[in-house]
Nanobody, 128 residues
């Protein structure tokens, strides 16, 4: 069983930056691709960014491309989402997720339905 814990959210002014972290406990994230998702009030959960188990490939939603960077530490147990030039429309609860379906593959899923393990989320609020 993988337990994921996000941190780093908060209140920031438009144009500011935040760095979200996702730490695994229970078992290592080594070998898993990881995804970051967000969910704003009244909206569906949407893909933000993903990274393969090696860190060699990343994917981003068009809405954050050029403003966000996903990375992971060499041990594989912590994944980061650096968010710059934040906009009010980035306001949401941000979740990290993983699935054993991606074990040692180059797959990154866009669909939240493909992920089995989720953190509790961290709130990001961007004021205008």
């Amino acid at each position: 069983q993988v337990e994921l814990v996000e941190s780093g959210g908060g209140l920031v002014q438009a144009g500011g930056s935040l760095r979200l972290s996702c730490v695994a406990s229970g078992r290592t994230l080594s070998g898993f691709s990881m995804g970051w998702f967000r969910q704003a009030p009244g909206k569906a959960r949407e893909f933000v960014a993903g990274i393969t188990w090696t860190g060699g490939r990343t994917l981003y939603a068009d809405s954050v491309k050029g403003r966000c960077t996903v990375s992971r530490d060499s041990a594989g147990n912590t994944v980061y989402l650096q968010m710059n030039s934040l906009k009010p429309e980035d306001t949401a609860v941000y979740y990290c997720a993983s699935t054993a379906r991606t074990m040692y593959t180059g797959l990154i899923y866009y669909s939240s339905a493909q992920y089995d393990y989720w953190g509790q989320g961290t709130q990001v609020t961007v004021s205008s």
